[in-house]
């Protein structure tokens, strides 16, 4: 099971980091990943992070968000800084089938089987 946790409500320009913890088993040997989902809309990719440390971002958070692991806690971090009101929706963070090591090309939801249940981020302007 992931657990997200660390969203909330922020001014425009502030920062956030969001947590992902898994308790029932190792993310060390997964690549994994950060969605978001706007009301009404699908989930889309903004980040992912190799078993090697190689990350990716979606072009319209470059700069701006960071994605980390920290294997020894068995962590995924998303850092967000320059909070734009446009961010505003529920971040997921998610783990692919078979635990794969490398999500080169994953930006579909349907590469990813284990999912968190969500963590809201509210930037006002």
């Known amino acids: 099971q992931l657990v997200e946790s660390g969203g909330g409500s922020v001014e425009a320009g502030g920062s956030l980091t969001l947590s992902c913890g898994a308790s029932?088993?190792?993310?060390?040997?997964?690549?994994m990943g950060w969605f978001r989902q706007y009301p009404g809309n699908e989930r889309e990719w903004v980040a992912l992070i190799d078993t090697d440390y190689i990350t990716r971002y979606t072009n319209s958070v470059k700069g701006r968000f960071t994605i980390s692991r920290n294997n020894a806690q068995n962590s995924l971090y998303l850092q967000i800084d320059s909070l734009k009101p446009e961010a505003t929706a529920t971040y997921y963070c998610a783990a692919p089938q078979n635990f794969r090591p490398y999500c080169t090309g994953a930006t579909s939801p349907g590469f990813f089987s284990y999912w968190g249940q969500g963590t809201q981020v509210t930037v006002s302007s």
């Open positions: 029932e088993y190792s993310i060390s040997n997964a690549c």
